[in-house]
C-alpha cells in the first residue's frame, strides 16, 4: 500500500465527510506539486495560463519556521493545544505532532486542531507524507474551515479542553479573516461564562447562612427552582412568632432564604385567616405557592471535579462520587482533563 493508500484509508475511516469533500473535488485532478524558491515542496493548481500556487510559493519553510521559533516556548508547554490553519505543505504537522512523542515524560496530551482550507493541499499532503498515525491519533483532529460550526460546538461540548490555543498558520490571509472571528467569540465566551459561574457561586453562599449550607450538605434540603424547600416538596412547619416577630430567622427554613430581620408577613406575604398570625396551635405546612423567597439567587449548590485522564482510579471515584452527589441535589461538572492534576 502506498503513502497516499494508507493516509486515504485513515483518513477515510477517521474522517469520512473530509474525506468525500476532497475526492469529489475538481482540484486535486489539476493539483500540481512543485518547488518553492526555498526548495521546500509547494501546491498550485494548472490553469491554462500556468500553475496557480494555492500557497506561499516563494519560502514557505521560513514563514513556518519563524513561527514555530516564536512560539517555542508556548509548543513545549504540552498543556496547551495547537491550532494548526492550513497545511501548507504540512510537514510543518509532523513536527508538531512530535513535540509531544519525543517527550521523555510528558505531563499532556498535546492536541492539535487541524484546520484544513484547501481540499488539494490535503490531497498534496497526503501523497508527500506519511501521516496515517497522525490521522488516526486522538491527539489530532481535522475540520473543514468552511464547518466553522462544529468547531466551535466541539469547544462547547468538551469544558475541559483548554482553549489556550498556540496559533500557527500557513494558509491564506482570507481564511484566517473568515475563521479566526470565530474563535475569538467562542474564547471571548467562555470567559464571560467563568465570570458568570464565579458571580452566581459567590451571590449563592453570600445568600445564605452556614446553618443553611449545613443542612444543604447534609441532605436535610434540597433547591428547586431557586427556593430550599423540604424533600417532600413542602417547606418547614411554621414556627411560633414572639410578640416582637424575632423568629423569622426559623423562617428561612419555610422557603425564604437570608430573611434574619423579616417576620412571617414580610416573608410569606399572608397571614392566617383573620389577620393572625400562624401560632404553635396550628404548625401547618405552607405551601411554596404562598412564601416568596426574599434572596432569588438560591440555586443547587455546585461542586467541580477536576479528573485526569492518566490515572483511572481518580476517574472511577469521581464517576461514583457525582452520581451520589446528583441523587443528593447537587449540580456536578466533572471535567476530566488530558493533562496531570
Known amino acids: 500500500?502506498?503513502?497516499?493508500?494508507?493516509?486515504?484509508?485513515?483518513?477515510?475511516?477517521?474522517?469520512?465527510?473530509?474525506?468525500?469533500?476532497?475526492?469529489?473535488?475538481?482540484?486535486?485532478?489539476?493539483?500540481?506539486?512543485?518547488?518553492?524558491?526555498?526548495?521546500?515542496?509547494?501546491?498550485?493548481?494548472?490553469?491554462?495560463?500556468?500553475?496557480?500556487?494555492?500557497?506561499?510559493?516563494?519560502?514557505?519553510?521560513?514563514?513556518?519556521?519563524?513561527?514555530?521559533?516564536?512560539?517555542?516556548?508556548?509548543?513545549?508547554?504540552?498543556?496547551?493545544?495547537?491550532?494548526?490553519?492550513?497545511?501548507?505543505?504540512?510537514?510543518?504537522?509532523?513536527?508538531?505532532?512530535?513535540?509531544?512523542?519525543?517527550?521523555a515524560q510528558p505531563r499532556a496530551e498535546q492536541k492539535i486542531y487541524v484546520i484544513i482550507d484547501s481540499l488539494a493541499a490535503l490531497y498534496g499532503f497526503m501523497g508527500l507524507y506519511d501521516a496515517a498515525n497522525i490521522i488516526n491519533s486522538d491527539r489530532v483532529k481535522f475540520f473543514w474551515h468552511e464547518d466553522i460550526s462544529t468547531f466551535i460546538k466541539w469547544f462547547f461540548d468538551h469544558p475541559e479542553a483548554s482553549h489556550f490555543m498556540t496559533y500557527i498558520s500557513g494558509c491564506t490571509i482570507g481564511t484566517d479573516n473568515n475563521f479566526m472571528p470565530h474563535v475569538m467569540a467562542m474564547i471571548n465566551k467562555r470567559d464571560a461564562d467563568t465570570k458568570r459561574y464565579q458571580a452566581e457561586n459567590e451571590a449563592y453562599y453570600d445568600s445564605i447562612t452556614d446553618e443553611q449550607l449545613a443542612a444543604v450538605i447534609s441532605g436535610q434540603w434540597t433547591v428547586d427552582s431557586g427556593q430550599e424547600v423540604r424533600k417532600d416538596g413542602l417547606a418547614?412547619?411554621?414556627?411560633?412568632?414572639?410578640?416582637?416577630?424575632?423568629?423569622?430567622?426559623?423562617?428561612?427554613?419555610?422557603?425564604?432564604?437570608?430573611?434574619?430581620?423579616?417576620?412571617?408577613?414580610?416573608?410569606?406575604?399572608?397571614?392566617?385567616?383573620?389577620?393572625?398570625?400562624?401560632?404553635?396551635?396550628?404548625?401547618?405546612?405552607?405551601?411554596?405557592?404562598?412564601?416568596?423567597?426574599?434572596?432569588?439567587?438560591?440555586?443547587?449548590?455546585?461542586?467541580?471535579?477536576?479528573?485526569?485522564?492518566?490515572?483511572?482510579?481518580?476517574?472511577?471515584?469521581?464517576?461514583d462520587t457525582k452520581a451520589a452527589m446528583e441523587k443528593a441535589g447537587w449540580e456536578v461538572l466533572h471535567l476530566n482533563a488530558d493533562q496531570m492534576i
Open 1 to 103: 500500500m502506498s503513502i497516499f493508500e494508507n493516509n486515504l484509508k485513515a483518513l477515510r475511516e477517521r474522517y469520512p465527510v473530509i474525506e468525500e469533500l476532497m475526492m469529489r473535488s475538481e482540484e486535486i485532478g489539476h493539483l500540481e506539486i512543485f518547488k518553492a524558491s526555498d526548495g521546500s515542496p509547494a501546491f498550485g493548481l494548472k490553469t491554462p495560463a500556468g500553475i496557480k500556487p494555492i500557497m506561499d510559493h516563494i519560502n514557505p519553510m521560513q514563514r513556518i519556521q519563524a513561527q514555530l521559533s516564536a512560539h517555542s516556548d508556548k509548543l513545549s508547554d504540552l498543556t496547551r493545544p495547537i491550532l494548526l490553519i492550513g497545511l501548507n505543505p504540512g510537514n510543518e504537522l509532523l513536527y508538531l505532532y512530535d513535540i509531544c512523542d519525543k517527550t
Open 236 to 319: 418547614a412547619r411554621v414556627p411560633t412568632l414572639d410578640p416582637h416577630g424575632h423568629t423569622a430567622h426559623d423562617l428561612c427554613a419555610a422557603g425564604a432564604s437570608h430573611c434574619s430581620n423579616k417576620s412571617f408577613e414580610q416573608v410569606c406575604g399572608a397571614s392566617r385567616p383573620g389577620g393572625q398570625v400562624a401560632n404553635n396551635s396550628s404548625s401547618q405546612p405552607v405551601s411554596l405557592s404562598t412564601c416568596q423567597p426574599v434572596n432569588r439567587s438560591a440555586r443547587k449548590p455546585r461542586l467541580l471535579m477536576p479528573t485526569s485522564t492518566w490515572t483511572t482510579v481518580t476517574q472511577y471515584s469521581a464517576r
